[in-house]
C-alpha cells in the first residue's frame, strides 16, 4: 500500500531498484515457485551496486525480461482457474456482465504480481535506454495485418465495429480499454502494464501489443494512415 501511495512520486532509479527488491522479496513468501527465487537472488546481486552502466544494466533488463515472462504466464494461470467459474457463477447470480468480465483481472490487481509489473514497468525505458538496446517492447507476442488506424487513444475507438482486419496506432493506451473485433494489432508510444486489462486481453485474443519508445519511428507510421501494412 506504501508503494502504490508513492509510485505517482518522482522516483529516480535507484529508488525503483530497491522498491523492485522488496516487493520482489514478499512474492518469494507468497509463491512457490522456483523461478521467483532465481530472479530475487539475481537482482539482489544487482542492487547492490546499481551503476546503470551499459553491462549492469543490460544484466538488470535480462533479469526484468525474465519476472515478466514469468508475469505474464502467472496471470494467464489465473485466467485460466478463475475466469470459467467467475463466467459460470455470474450467470447464476445475475451479476452485472462488466463484473464478471473483470472479475479475474481485479483479483490479480490486489496481488503483488500488480505491483511487481508497475515497477518493471518504471524501470525497462530506464534499462532500455542505458543498456542501449532496441526501440520495441512486445507486451503481447504475435503478428498483425491490415489497415492503419491512426487515433490519439484507444479508448475512442474501443466501441469501433471495424468491417476490416485494421493495425491501430495509439499514442495512449490507458490499460483500461476494451480491444475492437478486427483488430490484429495495437502499435503505441505508451508504456503499457503487462497486467492491464488491455494487455490481458491481447494476449488471450492473441493480438500483438507492443510499444515504440523511438519518436521516429512512431511518426513514420502514422504517415502509412490509411494503408495496409504487416
Known amino acids: 500500500v506504501v508503494i502504490e501511495r508513492n509510485l505517482q ?3 529516480v532509479d535507484h529508488d525503483l531498484v530497491a522498491l523492485t527488491t522488496i516487493v520482489l522479496t514478499n512474492l518469494t513468501l507468497t509463491t512457490q515457485d522456483q523461478e521467483t527465487g532465481y530472479c530475487l537472488s539475481h537482482w539482489q546481486g544487482l542492487a547492490q551496486s546499481p551503476t546503470f552502466k551499459k553491462k549492469w544494466s543490460l544484466e538488470a533488463k535480462a533479469v526484468s525480461d525474465r519476472l515478466m515472462r514469468l508475469l505474464g504466464a502467472m496471470i494467464d494461470q489465473y485466467e ?11 450467470e447464476a447470480f445475475q451479476a452485472e456482465p462488466w463484473s464478471v468480465s473483470l472479475f479475474t483481472e481485479e483479483v490479480v490487481r490486489g496481488t503483488l504480481f500488480f505491483l511487481l509489473s508497475t515497477l518493471l514497468g518504471r524501470i525497462d525505458p ?3 535506454k542505458s543498456a542501449h538496446l532496441g526501440n520495441w517492447q ?6 498483425g495485418a491490415g489497415e492503419l488506424m491512426v487515433v490519439k487513444e484507444l479508448g475512442y475507438v474501443q466501441e469501433n465495429r471495424l468491417s476490416r482486419a485494421t493495425v491501430i496506432l495509439a499514442e495512449k493506451v490507458s490499460g483500461e480499454e476494451e480491444i ?3 483488430v490484429t494489432a ?3 508510444a505508451d508504456t503499457t502494464d503487462i497486467v492491464s486489462h488491455v494487455a ?6 492473441r493480438v500483438l501489443l507492443a510499444t515504440c519508445y523511438e519518436s521516429k519511428i512512431v511518426e513514420e507510421l502514422k504517415n502509412l494512415k490509411g494503408r ?3
Open 80 to 90: 485460466q482457474r478463475l475466469q470459467p467459474k467467475a463466467e459460470l457463477l455470474g
Open 200 to 205: 490481458i486481453r491481447a494476449r488471450n485474443s
Open 228 to 230: 495496409s501494412i504487416s
Open 138 to 143: 512486445v507486451i503481447s507476442p504475435g503478428q
Open 126 to 128: 530506464i534499462l532500455r
Open 9 to 11: 512520486a518522482n522516483l
Open 180 to 182: 475492437p473485433r478486427k
Open 186 to 188: 495495437i502499435l503505441t
